[in-house]
């Protein structure tokens, strides 16, 4: 299985921008799909961004369409998860995760590999 670090996180002003990147070990990232999640306080773990194998079939939740870019550099074994126009409201843990290729699911049951998540906290 691919073990996943998630790193980028820390605190931030409203408005600013952050890069999480998601580096991966003991397998290559290229035969899954990707995505970002988030848990608040309180809340259930949620899909931010989906992203294909080969970069494309991007797909993003209505809460951070327009705001958050999902990536992927397969030949540097990461993926990335770019957040421009962040609010208070973005404070969560995100996580990135592994899905098998040829799914397309929005639930975290489906997903197989999973990072230890990065804290991002959002200050007024």
């Known amino acids: 299985q691919v073990r996943l670090v998630e790193s980028g996180g820390g605190l931030v002003q409203a408005g600013d921008s952050l890069r999480l990147s998601c580096a991966a070990s003991?397998?290559?990232?290229?035969?899954?799909?990707m995505g970002w999640f988030r848990q608040a306080p309180g809340k259930e773990r949620v899909l931010l961004a989906r992203?294909?194998?080969?970069?494309?079939?991007?797909y993003y939740s209505d809460s951070v369409k327009g705001r958050f870019t999902i990536y992927r550099a397969n030949a540097n074994n990461t993926a990335y998860l770019q957040m421009n126009s962040r609010n208070p409201e973005d404070t969560a843990v995100y996580y990135c995760?592994?899905?098998?290729?040829?799914?397309?699911?929005?639930?975290?049951?489906?997903?197989?590999?999973w990072g230890q998540g990065t804290q991002v906290t959002v200050s007024s």
């Open positions: 003991g397998g290559t990232l290229s035969t899954y799909a």
């Open positions: 992203i294909g194998v080969t970069g494309g079939l991007a």
């Open positions: 995760a592994t899905i098998i290729y040829w799914r397309a699911s929005m639930d975290p049951q489906d997903y197989v590999d």
